[in-house]
């Protein structure tokens, strides 16, 4: 029997091993982007920490908590709980294969969306490519109210980056 590829990125959604889309180069820029917008936010931002959702185990691109680095370095956290996230952000990795992007697209925008909502995780960012500037992306905010999430903010990347945008408070 040969080994289990623990680099392969995956989710546990219903009980079953979920196999992601692999992250390209415009993913990962994206990423770093917005754990580097998060982190002047929160505490403390990072990516690709498990996130235990309801009975799913989820992966956000990037979490925002308000436990610092050393808290949860001394604590011993490996993964979070729903209730430590402040914002869950998903970055939506296209495939070429249309079936697996839109899987993909309608796993960010449906499946997590609502998974999230019911978590009560307070803010949800979905993080799409940009038609206009492959270097940039739109990002879309959104917060939780009455259980759902509402749009509050709908922008560029660029202009969350260079400050020009502001992020709604809660």
């Given at each position: 029997?040969?080994?289990?590829?623990?680099?392969?990125?995956?989710?546990?959604?219903?009980?079953?091993?979920?196999?992601?889309?692999?992250?390209?180069?415009?993913?990962?820029?994206?990423?770093?982007?917005?754990?580097?917008?998060?982190?002047?936010?929160?505490?403390?931002?990072?990516?690709?920490?498990?996130?235990?959702?309801?009975?799913?185990?989820?992966?956000?691109?990037?979490?925002?908590?308000l436990q610092?680095?050393?808290?949860?370095?001394?604590?011993?956290?490996?993964?979070?709980?729903?209730?430590?996230?402040?914002?869950?952000?998903?970055?939506?990795?296209?495939?070429?294969?249309?079936?697996?992007?839109?899987?993909?697209?309608?796993?960010?925008?449906?499946?997590?969306?609502?998974?999230?909502?019911?978590?009560?995780?307070?803010?949800?960012?979905?993080?799409?490519?940009?038609?206009e500037d492959?270097?940039?992306?739109?990002?879309?905010?959104?917060?939780?109210?009455?259980?759902?999430?509402?749009?509050?903010?709908?922008t560029k990347?660029?202009?969350?980056?260079?400050?020009?945008?502001?992020?709604?408070?809660?």
């Amino acid at each position: 029997m040969s080994k289990i590829d623990l680099e392969v990125p995956f989710e546990i959604s219903d009980g079953k091993l979920e196999i992601m889309t692999p992250r390209g180069i415009w993913h990962q820029s994206a990423t770093h982007r917005i754990q580097h917008v998060l982190g002047t936010q929160y505490p403390y931002a990072t990516g690709d920490v498990p996130v235990t959702v309801g009975e799913n185990g989820r992966r956000p691109d990037v979490v925002a908590v308000l436990q610092t680095e050393d808290e949860l370095l001394r604590q011993r956290v490996e993964s979070f709980d729903a209730e430590m996230v402040q914002v869950a952000v998903e970055v939506i990795s296209h495939d070429k294969d249309k079936w697996q992007d839109k899987k993909s697209v309608d796993r960010d925008r449906e499946v997590k969306f609502n998974e999230y909502a019911t978590a009560g995780i307070p803010e949800y960012w979905i993080v799409d490519r940009d038609p206009e500037d492959p270097t940039d992306a739109l990002v879309e905010v959104y917060h939780l109210r009455d259980g759902r999430y509402a749009p509050v903010l709908l922008t560029k990347l660029s202009q969350l980056t260079s400050g020009t945008t502001e992020l709604p408070r809660r």
